[in-house]
């Protein structure tokens, strides 16, 4: 997470890198990068969190239901937003 917002070059960026995170490596990403993003993401402007959302839902849709942590917070994401 420390080079996520150390290096990230704009809002989108970090966003898309945390959901890829999320996808690749959902099932073995600890907690704090789930709370991590769903804080974020809570933050973020409304176009961000509309974006979140839509990719979070893809993401989720393509996924095979193995990477329980980004079911957590996709299901967050569109519980809230959706």
């Given at each position: 997470l420390r080079v996520v917002d150390k290096y990230s070059p704009d809002d989108r960026w970090r966003v898309d890198t945390l959901i890829t995170m999320l996808t690749i490596a959902g099932r073995e990403c600890a907690?704090?990068?789930?709370?991590?993003t769903v804080v974020y993401v809570s933050r973020s402007s409304e176009d961000l969190r509309s974006y979140s959302t839509h990719k979070l839902l893809k993401a989720m849709?393509?996924?095979d239901g193995s990477?329980?942590?980004l079911l957590n917070v996709g299901m967050w994401c569109v519980g809230e937003y959706g």
């Open positions: 907690s704090a990068v789930q709370s991590s849709r393509d996924d990477q329980r942590g």
